[in-house]
Structure formats: structure tokens, C-alpha cells
């Protein structure tokens, strides 16, 4: 039985240790904040609860699952893991000082993933003293229903991490894609670019939020318009990662649109403030 250690119990924190949990694992659940972890697991337990009510799951697959999932007040309890995610805040001196904590504490076989949407593995790679047992496994938003995770190769990534690596992802029911350490991966190297595209036809007055959203979803075939993904996302979080693809490749072409610097800097970040593009009060 692998035992893995999910650090931060925000929404994808939470997500993350949910699946592990559910697909048999042993799951350890940690946040810095008490607070955090009591709502994580709260939010764990109310999930797997309406998947029963929906026959989704039994009464006792969920019993099963939450009787694998445990609380680590500490990072100390990492000693004892086979895998740990870090999915805390998009910061890179925040997650070179856990990778460093955890470098010490956790046994030498053990591999250190990060759910990252953005920042280079190779770079919180470097600060451990095992860069080949590093690996980014970048989960989507949310996690219990998306079947992706892009499995993101650092400079010295062993093909032993990664075969592991993808091998959990499966054993989730999840799909693993490789990709290279490049800035903003896939995933956010093409959806920021046309999220910030679309903020550039609202700021030019190109069309209402409402009809770019009809456009991209009636014309493209998109489940959601790239505005209500954005409120979604977080304005906060699009700016922060189209900053990162900017910084990264020098190129102008993901020069963050001045509407999203306004809206955030109006306290603007979308669903989780209320407002954002739409109106969520």
C-alpha cells in the first residue's frame, strides 16, 4: 500500500487527496492553517456524501475512502510517504521552502510532485538534493471530475519518476500527458493567451462579455466562454500565470491586458469576490 502526503487543503489540495483516497491509497492531509484542514476534509466528506446520494458510490466505499484519508497537523509526517503533491499557493519561495523541508524529512525513495500550474519544476527541483525524484503533476480544476494531469518533466526528471508518476495518475483514473519544463506547461500556455485575448476585445469594446462568451462556446465548441472561465479561475491567478508565460519568453505576445491589472487591482478576482466579468452577488 503507497502512502502519499497532500500538502495544502485548499480546493485543489483537497480535490487531490480526495482521489488518492478514493482510489485506494493512504492519503495524509496537510495545511500550515488548522483552520484549512478542517474545511478541506469537511469539503471531502460533503462531495463523497452526494456521490452516494447520486449511487455514484456506496456507503461503504465512502466509509473506506475517509478511513484512508488522516489529518497531519505537521510536515514531520512526510517521513513516512512514498509520493508527496504540494499544492499550495502559485509562489516560488513558498514552494522552495517546502521542498527543501520535505528533501530532509522524506525517505530517499520517495518522489516530490508539485501541482503547479505555472512555475518550473526545474527550478524547485534544484533546491533538493534529489532533482531526479522531482516531477510537477498538474491536476485541473476540479479535480475529482477532470481526467487530465500533465506530468511535467524538470532538467533532471529520472524515466523512472516519470513512468511512477504516470502510473499513480492512471491507477486515479486520470490521464497523464508528458510535457517539457517550459513556462505555463500546455494547458496554460495556450488557455491564458486566449482568456487575456478575450479581455483585450472587451477593453477595445470588440463585443459585451456575455457575447465573446456565445462566440467561443456556440463557434468553438467550448463547454464554458473564456470570460466565466477566467471569474472561474480567478482573475488573481490568470493574471499571475500570464506574468509568468511574459517573464518567461520575453515575448509580447503574453503581455498581460491593462483591463486585467485594473479589475484585480479593483479587488475584481472573479466568483470567489463576487465580481469579476459577471456578477456573482
Given amino acids: 500500500m503507497e502512502k502519499v502526503m497532500v500538502i495544502g487543503a485548499g480546493q485543489m489540495g483537497a480535490g487531490i487527496a480526495q482521489v488518492f483516497a478514493t482510489s485506494g491509497f493512504d492519503v495524509l492531509l496537510h495545511d500550515t492553517s488548522g483552520a484549512q484542514l478542517e474545511k478541506g ?16 458510490m456506496t456507503e461503504q466505499e465512502k466509509e473506506a ?17 512514498d509520493l508527496v503533491v504540494e499544492a499550495v499557493v502559485e509562489n516560488m519561495e513558498v514552494k522552495s521552502d517546502i521542498f527543501k523541508k520535505l528533501d530532509a524529512i522524506t ?3 520517495t518522489i516530490l510532485a ?21 516531477i510537477g503533476m498538474h491536476f485541473m ?21 516519470y513512468e511512477k508518476v504516470k502510473a499513480f495518475a492512471e491507477r486515479l483514473g486520470k490521464t497523464a500527458v508528458e510535457v517539457n519544463d517550459f513556462p505555463g506547461f500546455v494547458s496554460n500556455r495556450v488557455l491564458m493567451p ?8 472587451v477593453y477595445e469594446g470588440v463585443a459585451t462579455p456575455e457575447a465573446i462568451d456565445e462566440v467561443m462556446k456556440l463557434g468553438m465548441n467550448h463547454p464554458m466562454g473564456p470570460l466565466t472561465l477566467a471569474d472561474f479561475i480567478g482573475l488573481d491567478t490568470c493574471l499571475y500565470i500570464m506574468e509568468v508565460l511574459h517573464e518567461g519568453f520575453g515575448d509580447d505576445k503574453y503581455r498581460p491586458c491593462p483591463l486585467l491589472r485594473k479589475y484585480v487591482k479593483a479587488g475584481w478576482l472573479g466568483k470567489k469576490s463576487g465580481k469579476g466579468f459577471y456578477d456573482y452577488n
Avoid: F, W
Avoid at 41 to 56: C, N, P
Avoid at 66 to 81: P, Q, Y
Fill in 141 to 161: 480544476n476540479p479535480v475529482p471530475v477532470m481526467k487530465l494531469v500533465e506530468v511535467i518533466r524538470g532538467l533532471a526528471t529520472s524515466d523512472d519518476t
Fill in 41 to 56: 476534509v469537511a469539503g471531502i466528506q460533503s462531495r463523497l456524501s452526494r456521490q452516494v446520494e447520486k449511487g455514484r
Fill in 194 to 201: 486566449m482568456i487575456n485575448e478575450a479581455i483585450y476585445c
Fill in 114 to 134: 508539485s501541482n503547479t500550474s505555472s512555475l518550473p519544476i526545474t527550478e524547485i527541483a534544484a533546491v533538493t538534493h534529489r532533482p531526479e525524484k522531482v
Fill in 107 to 109: 525517505p530517499a525513495h
Fill in 65 to 81: 475512502a475517509l478511513s484512508r484519508l488522516e489529518k497531519a497537523a505537521g510536515i514531520e509526517a512526510a517521513n513516512s510517504v
